[in-house]
């Protein structure tokens, strides 16, 4: 009760910050947009325990197909379950324009398919299917729910390696309004992808993230991958520079914090992505650019004498 009483005089001073809660609308999106994602998390795991199955049946379809409920994986399948076992009428169903040789497959198909492998494979197929169908139907009620943010998501979808459904997950989480958070600071925090500082006697005891969004974090971290992969771009340009001194996790989670960081201003500012171009840090940090090209030179046999040229 005393603390009840503290909280409560907390808050009549002004003193308790409030906490983002999104608008009813973004609310409704939000909730689509968490539900999508657990049920293809959901459908991952069916087609897992479909490939688990085939194994215990000896069958390496996986080995030689890269999506076993694909259009070639799903005919085989079918036709598993309807009780056929021969290799080569199976490796007939292959698409025409499917890698794997018809010596491949026949390999691969080469098991010990019992009824029961048959009724779990029944029984995990229908799972995908109905989650395919649930799939379906929230991505056509996210559409209806997005009519009003479609400029917003527009905007999202310039930032390199964000996606339509990257864009969609960005603007349900954070919404199109920045108002509640003062600066890209308090988002990045929010969202946790800042750094903790834990420090005692003046020794630094860690650096982890900090719990922050948990379905928005994997999402941005997941796009930071495919945004570090454009060529001649900014995002590839910190990659590749945090990469050698912190590694490549703590590199992508830096450019995810980047790609948040320019969705703030975007949002807040009505703008669309400026690159910042591949030679930001050259331009910024001339000196110390020059330092260590020179230093790489000197360890590698050279003596290096530098002389600007004239404008």
Known sequence: ??????????????????????????????????????????????????????????????????????????????????????PATLAALAHPRLQATRDQLLAALHGRITAHHRF??????EQVDGADKTIASIDAE??????????????LKTIP????????????EIGPDMTPFPSAAHLLSWAGLCPQLKESAGKRKSTRLRKGAPWLEPVLVQAAW?????????????????????????????????????AYFMLRDGTVYQDLGPSYFDRVDRPRTTKSLVRRLEKLGYHVELKEIAA
């Open 1 to 86: 009760m005393k603390d009840a009483v503290w909280l409560a005089d907390l808050l009549a001073h002004g003193l308790v910050s409030a906490s983002f809660v999104p608008p009813a609308e973004i609310q409704e999106l939000r909730d689509l947009t968490r539900t999508r994602r657990q049920r293809v998390r959901q459908r991952v795991q069916h087609v897992q325990r479909i490939q688990k199955t085939l194994e215990d049946a000896n069958i390496k379809l996986d080995s030689v197909i890269s999506n076993v409920v694909g259009a070639s994986g799903r005919a085989m399948l079918n036709a598993i379950v309807e009780g056929e076992t021969d």
């Open 120 to 125: 779990m494979l029944q029984t995990h197929l």
């Open 226 to 262: 495919a945004g570090a992969r454009k060529k001649d771009s900014y995002l590839r340009a910190q990659f590749a520079r945090l990469k050698l001194r912190r590694g490549p996790k703590k590199a992508v989670v830096a450019v995810a914090a980047s790609m948040l960081t320019a």
């Open 142 to 155: 996210v559409e209806r729910a997005l009519e009003p943010f479609r400029a917003q998501v527009g905007l």
């Open 161 to 172: 390696g964000v996606s339509d459904l990257v864009a969609r997950t960005i603007l349900a």
